[in-house]
């Protein structure tokens, strides 16, 4: 019988990371996904639509009205809405705890078995759930697990929680990965840095989907290399033919890490506490799990280059 997944998100980094995972699954094939989009016309979400359309339906919808987005999804399909995916914007929206706990909500209003949350890592699987931090974006995400995790069980339904670290994909080709680079160089100095790779957080979320009996109840914090700058800078080197990571002068990001509270206070973060995920173990789960080097192979924004340079 076919299950309905509402993946939102979709067309952004994780969701989007989930839906590739799973169509790459041959045990994947009951699975109808909904993809979440604000957009069903955007070109993004047609791009999405094209991937696998015998597999994806377009969900147009809005966060902030949870209900009204499940009563679309209910026109959609026929199949039982299984499973959601759940993901909000981490920094700037104002409305996180509210898109959070009234997905949460909606969905056990539906009837939905299993809820799939991508949250953050705050110092490790021990301490997450106690430690909200004192970085807003954190601290919302953990409002939002204690209500799915004190909600959940009023109605049956099933839960995992996600907690990646900070991603890979922060280290752009543009001016966003400089202004990224030098925030780390300037607050989080000679200590490591963790970071995980979006793809591997869908890897989780999908498995979590295909494998409920053995993630459901979960909390599993993400993250696939530790580093300092100075490694990360090394491993660029090394993997590029000597090109320096891509950095900018200091004044925008001291002045961005002043005036955005949450970027000031989860980069000191990572200085004073920081995350604290066990690789090791992680990577005993997928021994897929990419390190930095790895990714910058096969996904970043530096492929191309470093393809070029190993052709020379």
């Known amino acids: ?14 969701g989007g990371a989930v839906i590739k995972h799973l169509l790459q699954q041959n045990n994947a094939n009951d699975f109808e996904i909904l993809a979440v989009t604000r957009n069903a016309a955007s070109a993004s979400a047609q791009r999405l639509l094209s991937t696998a359309p015998a597999r994806i339906k377009l969900l147009q919808g809005d966060l902030l009205s949870p209900a009204a987005l499940f009563q679309t999804a209910k026109q959609l399909t026929k199949s039982p809405i299984w499973g959601v995916f759940g993901v909000q914007v981490a920094i700037g929206s104002g409305s996180e705890v509210a898109e959070g706990k009234g997905l949460v909500d909606a969905a056990l209003a539906a009837g939905v078995s299993l809820f799939v949350y991508t949250s953050v890592d705050r110092h490790g699987e021990s301490d997450s759930f106690t430690n909200p931090t004192p970085i807003p974006h954190f601290a919302a995400k953990h409002a939002i697990e204690h209500h799915l995790v004190d909600k959940a069980p009023s109605k049956n339904m099933a839960w995992t929680i996600l907690r990646p670290v900070a991603f890979m994909e922060n280290l752009t080709d543009n001016y966003f990965g400089r202004v990224f680079i030098k925030c780390w160089d300037m607050a989080v100095r000679d200590k490591p840095l963790q970071l995980v790779a979006v793809s591997d957080i869908g890897f989780f979320a999908g498995e979590a989907f295909l494998k409920p009996d053995e993630y459901k109840g979960r909390a599993i914090s993400l993250a696939g290399d530790e580093l300092t700058l100075t490694q990360a800078s090394e491993v660029f ?27 000031g206070v989860m980069f000191r973060w990572f200085y004073d506490q920081g995350y604290a995920v066990d690789i090791p173990a992680l990577r005993k789960v997928n021994p897929g799990l990419k390190d930095f080097g790895t990714w910058l192979e096969t996904e970043s924004d530096f492929a191309d280059k470093i393809k070029g340079a190993a052709k020379r």
């Open 1 to 14: 019988m076919s299950r309905a997944l509402v993946i939102c998100g979709a067309t952004g980094k994780q």
């Open 237 to 263: 080197a090394a993997k590029t033919g000597g090109a320096t990571l891509p950095t900018t002068n200091g004044v925008f990001p001291w002045l961005l890490m002043k005036l955005m509270k949450d970027l």
